[in-house]
């Protein structure tokens, strides 16, 4: 499969990325021997759905435990729309943003942030966010627990809902 058709997932592909749904470090040896194939194939299916940027590893820590103790999600409003799209530009520049996406809806961003503590969560609106030319205004809300956080489950787009 090319980078063409990098869309074109298979069953297999799915069954691969839903092995390393919940362990990203899972060996290609477990997975092959979960799914039945090789571990050639595995490996090879692995290194072309990172080469077409479908696949990424990450390390992700849980953030209250190493030290973020101000998780927060801001949504901004960008005037004039014009603006969005170097707004958002800069925005994804901040060390602290971990997610950000264009809304529909009363706000036309949302940039999840981490912050040590509510000083720093201030710092950043305040001296950075609200600098940002074409940004209006934000709402913040803070993230008081998170009940899940988790890869999304690959049978909802795989058609094995089952």
Do not use: W
Not at 19 to 28: A, T, V
Not at 130 to 154: E, Q
Request: charged letters at 25%.
């Amino acid at each position: 499969m090319s980078s063409k058709d990098s869309n074109a997932l298979d069953k297999l592909d799915y069954s691969i990325l839903s092995e390393l749904r919940f362990d990203g470090r899972k060996s290609f040896t477990e997975i092959a021997q979960a799914l039945h194939v090789s571990v050639g194939t595995v490996r090879n299916r692995v290194a072309r759905l990172v080469e077409d940027k479908q696949l990424y590893f990450l390390a992700r820590a849980d953030p209250i435990k190493v030290g973020f103790r101000a998780p927060t999600s801001i949504h901004v409003t960008i005037q004039p729309s014009s603006l969005i799209e170097a707004a958002a530009a800069q925005i994804a520049e901040f060390p602290e943003v971990t997610y950000l996406a264009l809304l529909t809806g009363d706000s036309d961003l949302e940039v999840d942030v981490m912050c040590r503590d509510l000083e720093h969560l201030s710092s950043l609106i305040a001296d950075r966010l609200h600098k940002v030319p074409g940004v209006f205004s934000t709402r913040t809300y803070s993230i008081l627990r998170v009940y899940k956080y988790a890869a999304p489950d690959m049978r909802l787009v795989s058609g094995d809902e089952g």
